[in-house]
């Protein structure tokens, strides 16, 4: 009997038990339910002001063939160079070895306030640096001298540019030559840019919940004339340059096709930064190189 007594004990106290539960595991559905909807809620308000906040950008495509004229937009081989001019060196006076020309006449709708005529040409130093060292210009430290940025307003007269052959210690991301096409694009600020903090504040140290929002704003990286930046690592304007407004003058990134091979340290990639004044006045003599990979 005392036993009876005590499995029927035993039952109501599991009956009571299961009683108060189930409404508490209810109450916990409900939460998760109201939670996931204020989540997709927050998250599409953060992917409406990224699209709010849109850059026009040109996205460069290596084509893999040869250019058909000296003047026309290419990476690799010989620029076009007019005589008379003085060609760019480094600080040891060598001759600096050219990367990449930018028609602009070629590209139909080039982002707002940049050039829509003339020749655009990169010129970097071969050591293990490429010619930067990742510093802004005007910083005690920058040389400013191992690459150089050239701006011609006429590209009519062309002669042959000095050979820059390479040594044996001597490096460049590049080797072939590539021509360029070019299509006008809408750039999404990506986490990795500065300016999403701005945009979006806090939002970055947030991963596990805005996970989905980084699958959306993160575009493969790409060659391109201004937008917003990509990086492998770290935006050096979040450091370097904080209190300047930097714009993307020209990104490349490292990508193989036809006779190019472009390879930024360990499948990296390199942008150039200009001051949107230094931009609207075509003085490209403090633009900001830097590069960064894996």
């Known amino acids: 009997m005392k036993f009876v007594v005590f499995a029927s004990i035993v039952l109501i106290g599991i009956a009571i038990f299961l009683a108060t539960r189930s409404p508490e595991k209810d109450h ?4 998760r339910k109201l939670d996931s909807d204020a989540s997709r809620e927050k998250l599409e308000k953060w992917k409406a ?18 250019p058909n004229a000296p003047t026309a937009s290419k990476v690799g ?8 001019k003085r060609y760019p060196t480094s600080g040891k006076g060598d001759p600096l070895h050219f990367l990449v020309q930018i028609n602009f006449a070629e590209i139909s709708e080039p982002p707002v306030g940049y050039p829509t005529s003339g020749l655009l040409q990169v010129f970097i130093a071969a050591d293990d640096l490429y010619g ?77 919940e805005s996970e989905p929002l980084y699958q959306y704003a993160i575009e493969p990286p790409s060659h391109q004339i201004g937008g917003y930046a990509v990086f492998t690592q770290t935006d050096p304007r979040s450091y ?38 230094d931009l609207a006045a075509r003085d490209f003599s403090q633009v900001w190189y830097n590069w960064d990979c894996h």
């Open 240 to 277: 370097e340059g904080k209190d300047e407004d930097w714009r993307v003058l020209l990104q490349l990134d490292s990508q193989s096709i036809g006779d190019i091979d472009m390879m930024w340290g360990d499948v990296g990639i390199a942008n150039f930064f200009i001051r949107p004044e």
């Open 49 to 66: 002001t990224i699209d709010d906040n849109l850059l026009p950008a040109t996205r460069i495509i290596l084509t893999g063939q040869r």
């Open 77 to 84: 081989g010989e620029p076009f160079w007019p005589s008379g």
């Open 132 to 208: 930067s060292d990742f510093t802004k210009p005007g910083t005690d430290d920058q040389k400013n001298q191992d690459y150089e940025i050239v701006f011609h307003a006429e590209v009519e007269d062309h002669v042959g540019a000095p050979k820059t052959a390479l040594s044996e210690d001597e490096y460049l991301p590049f080797t072939g030559e590539s021509a360029v096409r070019f299509e006008s694009i809408s750039s999404r600020v990506s986490p990795l840019d500065y300016r999403f903090d701005a945009l979006l504040p806090g939002v970055s140290s947030l991963y596990d």
């Open 28 to 31: 916990s559905d409900v939460q």
